[in-house]
T-cell receptor
Framework: GQNIDQPTEMTATEGAIVQINCTYQ??????LSWYQQHDGGAPTFLSY????GLEETGRFSSFLSRSDSYGYLLLQELQMKDSASYFC???????????FGSGTRLLVRP | NAGVTQTPKFRVLKTGQSMTLLCAQD?????MYWYRQDPGMGLRLIHY???????AKGEVPDGYNVSRLKKQNFLLGLESAAPSQTSVYFC?????????????FGSGTRLTVV
């Protein structure tokens, strides 16, 4: 089976940097994705890592270590609009299923 | 482009009633999915489809049925609704199996079963 762990809640200050960690256990691994969801909204795709290392997309970066079954999402220059829930999601190697973690609720304070 | 469109957006059902949720995508995506989201939880996969005419079970398929008669449409049916099916339902589609370019989600259907 698959198990995904990420913190339930995090709080950070506008302009700061925050790192949301994700660890996973899965039988066969293909890639790790990150999604953002504002209250009442739909999840939106942020990033995808299939290989070890850092992927940068504007203020957001995502990191993967396959050997450690670990990844993180780094948000820089935090803005109030970044207050949302962030989900990591794992795709197994031979699976069509994208399995989501329970999400990290991020609150950005002025 | 509309992306992924779900109808209806809201619905209240009585226990035992049936209904169908419709998902339509205009991106020519091969893969489509139905997820449910409950408070404080992530998205759980109900059923998915890897192409027209195919369907498969996800993590929580009991009480639901699906059909994909046309590539652009993916229907989720509740034959006899139960209060435990009160949830927000999201449909999604993807171009690739790996999810490498991400899933595109619809805006969701908020279903309450009383």
């Amino acid at each position: 089976g698959q198990n995904i762990d990420q913190p339930t809640e995090m709080t950070a200050t506008e302009g700061a940097i925050v790192q949301i960690n994700c660890t996973y256990q899965t039988s066969g691994f293909y890639g790790l994705s990150w999604y953002q969801q504002h209250d009442g909204g739909a999840p939106t795709f942020l990033s995808y890592n299939a290989l070890d290392g850092l992927e940068e997309t504007g203020r957001f970066s995502s990191f993967l270590s396959r050997s450690d079954s670990y990844g993180y999402l780094l948000l820089q220059e935090l803005q109030m609009k970044d207050s949302a829930s962030y989900f990591c999601a794992v795709k197994g190697r031979y699976s069509y299923k994208l399995i989501f973690g329970s999400g990290t609720r991020l609150l950005v304070r002025p | 482009n509309a992306g992924v469109t779900q109808t209806p957006k809201f619905r209240v059902l009585k226990t035992g009633q049936s209904m169908t949720l419709l998902c339509a995508q205009d991106m020519n995506h091969e893969y489509m999915y139905w997820y449910r989201q409950d408070p404080g939880m992530g998205l759980r996969l109900i059923h998915y489809s890897v192409g027209e005419g195919t369907t498969a079970k996800g993590e929580v398929p009991d009480g639901y049925n699906v059909s994909r008669l046309k590539k652009q449409n993916f229907l989720l049916g509740l034959e006899s609704a139960a209060p435990s099916q009160t949830s927000v339902y999201f449909c999604a589609s993807s171009l690739y199996r790996t999810g490498g370019y991400g899933y595109t989600f619809g805006s969701g259907t908020r279903l309450t079963v009383v």
